[in-house]
C-alpha cells in the first residue's frame, strides 16, 4: 500500500492566519485529494489536486480559501487561509492510482487544525 | 438529493458475535461501494469493494453484501474481536468517478 505522510500532524492557530499542509507520497500517483472531517463528521471532499494545472474544487470549497498545489506526481500542498474556529477540522490527504489500484484510496495520517 | 446513511448510534457487541453494519443511499447508480476502517486519529484504511453485479465479497472474517434495487449495503465482521472496535465507513463510487463517505458507524466489541 501507498505510504503517505503529512506535515505538520497538529497544529493550534490564530484566526485570520494561513497554514500549509504538505502530503507525501512514497511513489508516484495519478491521484490526489484533499477532504476535510469534522468532529464526529464523515469526510467531505474537499477538491481533487491535479499534477501542473489548477484543483478541482468541490461545492461550497474555493480557491481563494483553500489554494492547492501539485508540483509533481508524489507531493501536493493545502492552504487553509484566513482560518476561522469553523476551519477547525482534521484535513487528509488521499491518493489513487499509479502503481496502485484505481478501486482503492489510501490515506494519509491527517493533520489536526484548531483555531483559535 | 444524495445521500450515504450509515447507523448513527454506536454498535455494541460481545466478542465472539458477528457485527452487521448498514449502508442505506438514495440518489445514486453506484458503479461500486467500498468499506473503509478509521481508528481515532488515524485515515481511513480500505477494507473491501463490491461492484454493482456482485451480490457478495468476502476476505477472511469480513463479508460484503451490495444489493442495487434496496441500495443497501451490509457488512459483517464474523468472530468479532475488541480488536476490530473502529469505526467502519461505507463510500461510494457514482458518476463523477468521486468517492463519496457515508457518516460511519462506530462499532464496540466488548471482551
Known amino acids: 500500500s501507498a505510504v503517505i505522510s503529512q506535515k505538520p500532524s497538529r497544529d493550534i492557530c490564530q484566526r485570520g492566519t494561513s497554514l500549509t499542509i504538505q502530503c507525501q507520497v512514497d511513489?508516484?500517483?495519478?491521484?490526489m485529494f484533499w477532504y476535510r472531517q469534522q468532529p464526529g463528521q464523515s469526510l467531505t471532499l474537499i477538491a481533487t489536486?491535479?499534477?501542473?494545472?489548477?484543483?478541482?474544487?468541490e461545492s461550497g470549497f474555493v480557491i481563494d480559501k483553500f489554494p492547492i498545489s501539485r508540483p509533481n506526481l508524489t507531493f501536493s500542498t493545502l492552504t487553509v487561509s484566513n482560518m476561522s474556529p469553523e476551519d477547525s477540522s482534521i484535513y487528509l490527504c488521499?491518493?489513487?492510482?499509479?502503481?496502485?489500484?484505481?478501486?482503492?484510496?489510501?490515506f494519509g495520517p491527517g493533520t489536526r487544525l484548531t483555531v483559535l | 438529493s444524495q445521500k450515504i446513511e450509515q447507523n448513527s448510534e454506536a454498535l455494541n457487541i460481545q466478542e465472539g458475535k458477528t457485527a452487521t453494519l448498514t449502508c442505506n443511499y438514495t440518489?445514486?447508480?453506484?458503479?461500486?461501494l467500498q468499506w473503509y476502517r478509521q481508528d481515532p486519529g488515524r485515515g481511513p484504511v480500505f477494507l473491501l469493494l463490491?461492484?454493482?453485479?456482485?451480490k457478495e465479497k468476502r476476505k477472511e472474517r469480513l463479508k460484503v453484501t451490495f444489493d442495487t434495487t434496496l441500495k443497501q449495503s451490509l457488512f459483517h465482521i464474523t468472530a468479532s474481536q475488541p480488536a476490530d472496535s473502529a469505526t467502519y465507513l461505507c463510500?461510494?463510487?457514482?458518476?463523477?468517478?468521486?468517492?463519496?463517505f457515508g457518516t460511519g458507524t462506530l462499532l464496540a466489541v466488548q471482551p
Open positions: 488521499s491518493v489513487e492510482g499509479g502503481g496502485y489500484s484505481y478501486n482503492e484510496q489510501f
Open positions: 463490491i461492484r454493482e453485479n456482485e
Open positions: 440518489n445514486y447508480s453506484p458503479a461500486y
Open positions: 489536486a491535479n499534477q501542473g494545472s489548477e484543483a478541482t474544487y
Open positions: 463510500a461510494l463510487r457514482g458518476a463523477t468517478n468521486k468517492l463519496i
Open positions: 511513489s508516484q500517483v495519478t491521484m
